[in-house]
T-cell receptor
Framework: DGGITQSPKYLFRKEGQNVTLSCEQNLNHDAMYWYRQDPGQGLRLIYYSQIVNDFQKGDIAEGYSVSREKKESFPLTVTSAQKNPTAFYLC????????????FGPGTRLTVL | AQKVTQAQTEISVVEKEDVTLDCVYETRDTTYYLFWYKQPPSGELVFLIRRNSFDEQNEISGRYSWNFQKSTSSFNFTITASQVVDSAVYFCALSEPNSGNTPLVFGKGTRLSVIA
């Protein structure tokens, strides 16, 4: 089946540790996105990538890093510099950047202990 | 200022009632796109509709309908004869392609609870 997979579904980390969230898509989409969702805050854009080997910061990029070495993969690293990393993280993709439908993965809930 | 405002944080209705979710947007572009997404308890967002700024015709899809009014910068979503399965968080979003290839800007969402 075509779609977006995120792993793991739940993730726990100790304060001060870096952690990488996985996002894979087999839709052959050029664009991929990472959002953070907090209660009552809606979705906020962390990073996005319009094409392989290219990515741009979103509204809340501080404390996060990404890579886009392959078209189908867009991992997000939450670094120890992120002050409040506990949140629900959603990955999405679209056929191209711009006003296109975004397809979302099931999300990863990160909890910092 | 928020580009997409969903003033209703939470709404509760009894099954079979009609319910309207409000969305007000802000843009200076003449070309823009509006979206609605549904987020059920499982967490994954599901696309519902995309509408461009040149098409003000209202859309109906089964029990769902959308009312796009440029005069009031609104793109409201109505569910007719609501069902328990409609319980979810609903997001309205805006895309302004002439402002660069910027991704969607989401509202904060409206949590809809349909009570049996």
């Amino acid at each position: 089946d075509g779609g977006i997979t995120q792993s793991p579904k739940y993730l726990f980390r100790k304060e001060g540790q870096n952690v990488t969230l996985s996002c894979e898509q087999n839709l052959n989409h050029d664009a991929m996105y990472w959002y953070r969702q907090d209660p009552g805050q809606g979705l906020r854009l962390i990073y996005y990538s319009q094409i392989v080997n290219d990515f741009q910061k979103g509204d809340i990029a501080e404390g996060y890093s990404v890579s886009r070495e392959k078209k189908e993969s867009f991992p997000l690293t939450v670094t120890s510099a992120q002050k409040n990393p506990t949140a629900f993280y959603l990955c999405a993709s679209s056929i191209a950047a711009g006003p296109n439908e975004q397809f979302f993965g099931p999300g990863t809930r990160l909890t910092v202990l | 200022a928020q580009k997409v405002t969903q003033a209703q944080t939470e709404i509760s209705v009894v099954e079979k009632e009609d319910v309207t979710l409000d969305c007000v947007y802000e843009t200076r572009d003449t070309t823009y796109y509006l979206f609605w997404y549904k987020q059920p308890p499982s967490g994954e967002l599901v696309f519902l509709i995309r509408r461009n700024s040149f098409d003000e015709q209202n859309e109906i899809s089964g029990r769902y309908s959308w009312n796009f009014q440029k005069s009031t910068s609104s793109f409201n979503f109505t569910i007719t004869a609501s069902q328990v399965v409609d319980s979810a968080v609903y997001f309205c979003a805006l895309s302004e392609p002439n402002s660069g290839n910027t991704p969607l800007v989401f509202g904060k969402g409206t949590r809809l609870s349909v009570i049996a």
